[in-house]
């Protein structure tokens, strides 16, 4: 009976499956964001590790006997090693303080070494930040899933796995070890660093709610979701719908670099090309919480449906900057096309369109798009949603049954069998070129004036 923890940017969801990856039982917490400053994101390190313990309560640990763990991936904590308290606050993978830094960087060195671009997203100068700020001995530095292996074992274990080691901007890809040369570059003594592992290895030996475990099974959230989809051979790829849009397509064991605009990653099982798009579900969020303009997210998809068109009105969500495959992160958002006539569901569906023009966007930047793309994640309950992003991308997408994927990858990792998630539906495209094409030329030319 395995506890797959999947902790996520807003909350953390808990399932408790057996070796057939049958959800038994499931729980679930939310977890606050912080917002300090203009740019600033952060968690509290302790709310994080609580929000797990509740989410695991909730679900029950009778018979439970082993742990599996997917993350949110880039958010960067630091802690006492000895003491095992954190001495700041984590940095959200959103945060945008290091934006300058990142403009002082090498950017065809970081492509080259790591996969990766250099943007606030990435661990490192996150890193760089936090150690200029709070230097001192004794130092232990993770990611999410990091610290909950650090929590688990009551600090014997320090350890994270290729997939989150990654994403760190301090790995390279060739080797999936940490590099001296970027070591050196962000100023990170090899004293705070995690040991890297493979995704299925076991990490050791833990209690959780009073309950001993073992600790087998880590991949940064979006990998668990591409071994989920069951994508482990090069050309088949995934979509998973957040807080922010994250495609996967398995490039097999090839770690050369990735096309420029698009990232490449340590998969589960080799490699993969990665968008990652930064607002998406979160701008349906912002809907709700900053302007109103929503009760509740699940309104969307009827508000989006009661009118025909956005009628003119294109919506930006560079609430955050913008990621692939443009990544600027002074990029702003931007809703285009308003007049008297604009009401709140012209503005949801906007909203909608716009989660599928940047998914649309990282797949026109794919050397070869999927033949089928496939999709999981909460958003993918919104039937709109997936219709019209089969309709942009001119292929059909296939929606896992069960939206935690990501929590089911963790699982099959810990039992060592590759199976995949069922498929819940399938939407084909229906738009004629044209059409799209249409579509896509008034999303350009709103990002283009977001950007400027």
């Given amino acids: 009976?395995?506890?797959?923890?999947?902790?996520?940017?807003?909350?953390?969801?808990?399932?408790?499956?057996?070796?057939?990856?049958?959800?038994?039982?499931?729980?679930y917490a939310d977890l606050p964001?912080?917002?300090?400053?203009?740019?600033?994101?952060?968690?509290?390190?302790?709310?994080?590790?609580?929000?797990?313990?509740?989410?695991?309560?909730?679900?029950?640990?009778?018979?439970?006997?082993?742990?599996?763990?997917?993350?949110?991936?880039?958010t960067t904590l630091l802690w006492d090693s000895a003491t095992g308290e954190p001495v700041a606050p984590a940095i959200v993978w959103q945060d945008r303080r290091t934006a300058e830094r990142c403009r002082e960087l090498d950017a065809e060195l970081i492509r080259e070494r790591t996969g990766l671009v250099p943007d606030p997203y990435f661990s490192a100068t996150k890193l760089e930040w936090l150690l200029r700020e709070h230097a001192r001995e004794g130092l232990a530095f993770g990611t999410v899933d990091s610290w909950l292996v650090w929590k688990l074992t009551g600090g014997e274990v320090h350890a994270t796995d290729v997939t989150n080691a990654s994403r760190t901007l301090l790995v390279s890809l060739e080797t999936l070890d940490w590099d001296d040369e970027l070591?050196?570059?962000?100023?990170?003594?090899?004293?705070?660093?995690?040991?890297?592992?493979?995704?299925?290895?076991?990490?050791?030996?833990?209690t959780i709610l009073d309950r001993r475990v073992q600790i087998r099974g880590i991949a940064g959230d979006q990998q668990a979701a591409l071994y989920g989809q069951g994508c482990h051979t090069a050309g088949e790829g995934k979509a998973t719908y957040g807080t922010g849009t994250f495609v996967l397509v398995h490039t097999g064991d090839d770690a050369s670099p990735p096309p420029h605009g698009l990232l490449k990653t340590a998969a589960a099982d080799g490699y993969a090309l990665e968008g990652a798009v930064l607002v998406s579900g979160a701008a349906v969020q912002w809907l709700r919480d900053g302007l109103g303009v929503l009760a509740d997210a699940a309104e969307s998809e009827a508000l989006a449906r009661s009118v025909d068109s956005s009628d003119g009105v294109v919506f930006v969500p560079a609430l955050t900057g913008l990621g692939s495959p443009w990544w600027d992160p002074d990029a702003r958002g931007l809703i285009s096309g308003i007049t008297r006539g604009t009401t709140r569901a012209h503005l949801a569906r906007a909203a909608l369109e716009a989660i599928a023009h940047q998914v649309a966007d990282v797949v026109d930047a794919l050397p070869e798009p999927p033949a089928v793309l496939r999709a999981d994640g909460g958003a993918t309950a919104n039937g709109f949603l997936?219709?019209?992003?089969?309709?942009?991308?001119?292929?059909?997408?296939?929606?896992?049954?069960?939206?935690?994927?990501?929590?089911?990858?963790?699982?099959?990792?810990?039992?060592?069998?590759?199976?995949?998630?069922?498929?819940?539906?399938?939407?084909?495209?229906?738009?004629?070129?044209?059409?799209?094409?249409?579509?896509?030329?008034?999303?350009?030319s709103a990002l283009n004036r977001s950007r400027t």
């Fill in 33 to 74: 964001q912080h917002f300090p400053r203009p740019g600033w994101v952060e968690h509290d390190p302790d709310e994080i590790w609580q929000s797990v313990l509740a989410a695991a309560s909730a679900a029950g640990l009778d018979d439970v006997d082993t742990v599996a763990i997917t993350n949110q991936r880039e």
């Fill in 183 to 206: 070591l050196t570059l962000f100023g990170v003594d090899r004293s705070l660093l995690p040991r890297i592992a493979r995704s299925e290895d076991v990490f050791g030996e833990g």
């Fill in 386 to 444: 997936m219709q019209l992003q089969a309709d942009l991308l001119g292929v059909p997408v296939e929606v896992a049954a069960e939206r935690e994927t990501t929590a089911l990858g963790a699982a099959a990792l810990a039992t060592g069998r590759g199976v995949r998630v069922a498929v819940g539906a399938t939407y084909e495209p229906g738009l004629n070129l044209d059409e799209r094409l249409t579509l896509r030329d008034a999303w350009r």
């Fill in 1 to 27: 009976m395995i506890l797959a923890i999947d902790q996520g940017t807003t909350g953390t969801t808990c399932l408790v499956v057996d070796e057939e990856l049958n959800v038994l039982r499931r729980g």
